[in-house]
């Protein structure tokens, strides 16, 4: 065996003991990595449990969820928040009702419909959307979209003598502020998942006499079902977490759940008073967080079941 053999073969052992250290290091980083996010939902369920179960044992868990008075600085403190509870799941719901068919057909059209330049051009829109902090949604619905809805609440309750305006901060501004914040989310996701179906299925649907309309909404997206879905259970939990911009524009009350009547969503009714809370009241705003954190939970993992049985059946 000549010195030039000799020396191939030693630089193929010692790239391959390179590449081994490197992917024992990559490893064991993903590894604490892993671990790391672990432990962080971990401390993040432990420490709202410990803060926030004080305040069952002391008020009582059929009190805080199904009576429908709050007033904790009152002679003779109340702790209902089921108006509170009942304003985020209409409220969120609703939110994803207007929000997802939007982006889907915003999405379908920057994937298979829109000319480049134009596709380019609402991409970038779509990603400064994303960006636009929670806060300056809240003050553009302060201005532009709060004077709207009190036009549109003065036509409706013309003559009522018993209606008590809002100035527009209501369930319908803090609505339509929450399906404008999940748009980018639900397009951004959904485009990625309608340009990751395979080419074939186009072209079969294609081949067998379909249009492209129907081929988009009969094969392209049944087969992005599962991206489609990820977006819808990332739009929701955008939805729900969202307390800024749908504190300046829902009123911030605590009142039945309809469209012109000022709110309060499970976020704001945090926000709005811990600042000045103490003592009971401060215990029954963690009680909030962790109904808020459980919630979230739930309806994570209702949705991922869905999904996950959804992509069974596919296989």
């Known amino acids: 065996m000549n010195s030039e053999t000799k020396a191939f073969k030693a630089s193929i052992l010692g790239s391959k003991n390179k590449k081994a250290v490197v992917e024992t290091a990559a490893q064991i980083v993903f590894t604490v990595c892993a671990l790391f996010a672990c432990a962080a939902v971990f401390s993040i369920t432990l420490y709202m449990l410990i803060s926030g179960a004080p305040a069952i044992f002391q008020v009582g868990l059929k009190e805080i969820l199904f009576e429908t008075v709050w007033a904790p600085t009152a002679a003779e403190p109340k702790y209902g928040i089921l108006y509170v509870i009942l304003t985020s799941i209409i409220g969120t719901m609703l939110a994803i009702l207007i929000g997802v068919p939007i982006g889907l057909l915003t999405a379908v059209f920057l994937a298979e419909l829109a000319p480049k330049k134009t596709a380019g051009i609402l991409k970038s829109a779509v990603e400064l959307l994303a960006g636009i902090p929670s806060v300056v949604y809240g003050l553009l619905g302060i201005y532009l979209l709060n004077p709207v809805m009190y036009k549109l609440e003065k036509l409706v309750f013309a003559g009522s003598a018993t209606h008590q305006y809002t100035g527009g901060a209501n369930l319908l501004s803090a609505v339509i502020v929450l399906a404008i914040m999940i748009l980018p989310t639900v397009i ?18 294609l081949a067998l006499g379909a249009s492209h309309i129907q081929t988009i ?61 103490q003592g009971l009241h401060r215990k029954v705003l963690f009680t909030i967080g962790l109904i808020l ?9 209702v949705l991922n079941k869905i999904l996950n049985k959804e992509e069974k059946g596919n296989d």
């Open 293 to 301: 954190f459980v919630f979230i939970m739930f309806i994570n993992i």
């Open 188 to 205: 951004n996701i959904s485009e990625t998942s309608l340009k990751a179906v395979q080419p074939g299925i186009k072209a079969a649907s």
């Open 217 to 277: 909404f009969k094969a392209i997206i049944p087969a992005a079902k599962s991206g489609i879905m990820t977006a819808v259970v990332l739009g929701v939990g955008r939805a729900i977490g969202e307390a800024m911009a749908i504190t300046l524009v829902s009123g911030s009350s605590v009142n039945m759940p309809l469209p012109f009547n000022s709110v309060r969503f499970l976020t704001t009714a945090i926000v709005s008073e811990m600042s000045y809370s």
